[in-house]
């Protein structure tokens, strides 16, 4: 089954908007990561936050975690063309001595220029 | 700076053959990862091998195997390929098991099964 259920399912939006991807798991975690997978390549590992932060950024991305809603979000500013991609949360589902990750179902988002 | 490279990239395959799909890594990971990629699923763990000299089952073994050659290579096999294996398969590495590390992912092997 999968960990983490990803809202929306899809997502379309105009340039320089901002785009948001929520995320939901089931269990316990130690981190959460985010990939970015543009159409028929392979997934590009994005951001890690870990169980005990709250929020990170990394140029324009910015993750925030609850822990307690068991939820994450991806926060893309001034959204490009280049950003249209499939974006995916991954969790650790609180197993750390096997580098497992179970992914998300993905939000797919759409950026016209 | 290849990263994580799969072979071949594309694959047609008649019900019952087999094959196996290569897949190295030049950044001297310790961990590496077989998932496959249904439309609708997300990605689904097939394999692992946590460290050289070991490997485990996934969520969705049944139908696969693995060997972990070195610590560079790790291969899956279809031994009996049938429809339900249709798929895009991705090889993935991490430096450790620490979670702390995020994977670098090959660009996917499309195989088709008919």
């Known amino acids: 089954s999968q960990q983490g259920e990803e809202d929306p399912q899809a997502l379309s939006i105009q340039e320089g908007e901002n785009a948001t991807m929520n995320c939901s798991y089931k269990?316990?975690?130690?981190?959460l990561q985010w990939y970015r997978q543009n159409s028929g390549r392979g997934l590009v590992h994005l951001i890690l936050?870990?169980?005990?932060?709250r929020e990170k950024h990394s140029g324009r991305l910015r993750v925030t975690l609850d822990t307690s809603k068991k939820s994450s979000s991806l926060l893309i500013t001034a959204s490009r063309a280049a950003d249209t991609a499939s974006y995916f949360c991954?969790?650790?589902?609180?197993?750390?001595?096997?580098?497992?990750?179970?992914f998300g179902q993905g939000t797919t988002l759409q950026v016209k220029p | 700076n290849a990263g994580v490279t799969q072979t071949p990239k594309f694959q047609v395959l008649k019900t019952g053959q087999s094959m196996t799909l290569q897949c190295a890594q030049d950044m001297n990971h310790n961990s590496m990862y077989w998932y496959r990629q249904d439309p609708g699923m997300g990605l689904r763990l097939i394999y692992y091998?946590?460290?050289?000299?070991?490997?485990d089952k996934g969520e969705v073994p049944n139908g696969y195997n693995v060997s972990r050659l070195n610590k560079r290579e790790f291969s899956l096999r279809l031994e009996s390929a049938a429809p339900s294996q249709t798929s895009v398969y991705f090889c993935?590495?991490?430096?450790?098991?620490?979670?702390?590390?995020?994977?670098?992912f090959g660009s996917g092997t499309r195989l088709t099964v008919v």
């Open positions: 993935a590495s991490r430096p450790g098991r620490a979670a702390s590390y995020g994977y670098t």
């Open positions: 269990t316990s975690i130690n981190n």
């Open positions: 091998s946590a460290s050289e000299g070991t490997t």
């Open positions: 991954a969790t650790d589902g609180g197993s750390s001595n096997t580098g497992k990750l179970i």
């Open positions: 936050i870990r169980s005990n932060e």
